[in-house]
């Protein structure tokens, strides 16, 4: 079983030039320790997400780190044109000898598509448009496409990607039937669902694996999100967890409550720490403590991957960077030679 951290660079408090240094130091310290990538969100218009163009960061996660792979969760291809965001991921493969991990997804905000003028019932195609744009260009010489929204004829593809056939893909999984496409294309994916939901959507996936005569065990990595605090005690982490998590979850609903909107995670992502880690989805504690709530999860959802949102809210650097030590040193090694138990 392998680890990942992931951070929206959401709003923490410190002035935006002192934020990027702090998360990029943060980013580094990853580099050293014993996680397989670090991935950062794309969000516009809110303190959610403080990297609204991913290439931008990761250009600088690139020439910060040496061995950590790394990439965006997710680009929200709908927002891009699927050309010059070809380039620019060859440009960073190329960059990172072949590092970047390209996720690829719609956008779960409408508000965001809505700011920058995109009729929302266009959106699905939009999507589908853009990313088979953009895996033709990642794999041919020339690019010729006609659609409803995108159309190239004989583009000529100078850059290319340092991974052969392209960097790996991810994709959020948040319903079995988004597994077709994600298992015909050995894709990644990573769901925010509860343990038991998301089981429903990993195991999907390695059906239509298996259908498709690929052989079992051989999946790529299908993996959980969620919040993770390690402290000393469960006591020193949940006081961490519960200041930080408060200044995100505002940050999360902003978007909503500055339009007046009801916001529509509210059943699933509480005001407070304490419910949100009750339903699941997230935990503060001791290494034995995440520990067994890693299995836990693991064994529920059968997945061999999870995404570890560590640095959220007001969290202090220090506290972060403890929090990713005792993760990387007393949690990590546990899981070496896990394997993924599927009922």
């Given at each position: 079983?392998?680890?990942?951290?992931?951070?929206?660079?959401?709003?923490?408090?410190?002035?935006?030039?002192?934020?990027?240094?702090?998360?990029?130091?943060?980013?580094?310290?990853?580099?050293?320790?014993?996680?397989?990538?670090?991935?950062?969100?794309?969000?516009?218009?809110?303190?959610?997400?403080?990297?609204?163009?991913?290439?931008?960061?990761?250009?600088?996660?690139?020439?910060?780190?040496?061995?950590?792979?790394?990439?965006?969760?997710?680009?929200?291809?709908?927002?891009?044109?699927?050309?010059?965001?070809?380039?620019?991921?060859?440009?960073?493969?190329?960059?990172?000898?072949?590092?970047?991990?390209?996720?690829?997804?719609?956008?779960?905000?409408?508000?965001?598509?809505?700011?920058?003028?995109?009729?929302?019932?266009?959106?699905?195609?939009?999507?589908?448009?853009?990313?088979?744009?953009?895996?033709?260009?990642?794999?041919?010489?020339?690019?010729?496409?006609?659609?409803?929204?995108?159309?190239?004829?004989?583009?000529?593809?100078?850059?290319?990607?340092?991974?052969?056939?392209?960097?790996?893909?991810?994709?959020?999984?948040?319903?079995?039937?988004?597994?077709?496409?994600?298992?015909?294309?050995?894709?990644?994916?990573m769901s925010l669902l509860p343990a038991g939901r998301a089981?429903?959507?990993?195991?999907?996936?390695?059906?239509?694996?298996?259908?498709?005569?690929?052989?079992?065990?051989?999946?790529?990595?299908?993996?959980?999100?969620?919040?993770?605090?390690?402290?000393?005690?469960?006591?020193?982490?949940?006081?961490?967890?519960?200041?930080?998590?408060?200044?995100?979850?505002?940050?999360?609903?902003?978007?909503?409550?500055?339009?007046?909107?009801?916001?529509?995670?509210?059943?699933?992502?509480?005001?407070?720490?304490?419910?949100?880690?009750?339903?699941?989805?997230?935990?503060?504690?001791?290494?034995?403590?995440?520990?067994?709530?890693?299995?836990?999860?693991?064994?529920?959802?059968?997945?061999?991957?999870?995404?570890?949102?560590?640095?959220?809210?007001?969290?202090?650097?220090?506290?972060?960077?403890?929090?990713?030590?005792?993760?990387?040193?007393?949690?990590?090694?546990?899981?070496?030679?896990?394997?993924?138990?599927?009922?």
């Amino acid at each position: 079983m392998k680890f990942g951290v992931f951070d929206h660079l959401d709003q923490s408090g410190l002035p935006l030039a002192q934020h990027y240094d702090m998360r990029l130091q943060l980013a580094e310290a990853t580099d050293r320790m014993s996680f397989n990538s670090y991935h950062v969100a794309e969000h516009h218009g809110t303190p959610l997400g403080f990297s609204p163009s991913p290439n931008v960061y990761l250009s600088a996660v690139a020439q910060r780190t040496k061995r950590i792979q790394f990439g965006p969760m997710v680009y929200v291809a709908p927002l891009y044109h699927p050309i010059r965001l070809a380039e620019e991921i060859c440009m960073l493969d190329q960059m990172s000898h072949g590092r970047l991990q390209v996720g690829l997804g719609r956008g779960a905000v409408g508000i965001e598509h809505a700011m920058f003028g995109l009729d929302l019932p266009t959106v699905p195609k939009r999507y589908s448009e853009a990313r088979d744009v953009l895996l033709q260009a990642l794999t041919n010489e020339r690019v010729n496409f006609a659609g409803e929204h995108f159309s190239f004829k004989d583009y000529p593809m100078v850059l290319r990607p340092y991974q052969k056939p392209r960097p790996p893909l991810w994709y959020g999984l948040s319903n079995p039937d988004s597994a077709v496409w994600a298992a015909a294309n050995d894709v990644n994916v990573m769901s925010l669902l509860p343990a038991g939901r998301a089981a429903l959507c990993l195991d999907r996936y390695r059906v239509e694996w298996a259908a498709r005569g690929k052989a079992p065990g051989t999946e790529p990595f299908l993996g959980l999100a969620r919040h993770i605090v390690v402290g000393e005690t469960d006591e020193d982490a949940r006081r961490i967890a519960r200041a930080g998590y408060r200044k995100w979850r505002q940050s999360l609903a902003h978007l909503w409550t500055r339009t007046g909107a009801p916001f529509p995670m509210e059943a699933t992502h509480p005001t407070e720490w304490d419910p949100f880690e009750a339903a699941g989805l997230g935990i503060a504690g001791s290494p034995r403590t995440v520990r067994e709530y890693v299995s836990e999860q693991a064994t529920t959802a059968h997945a061999n991957y999870m995404l570890c949102q560590m640095t959220f809210g007001q969290m202090s650097y220090e506290d972060a960077l403890h929090s990713l030590e005792l993760f990387s040193r007393e949690v990590i090694p546990a899981f070496a030679e896990r394997k993924t138990a599927v009922a």
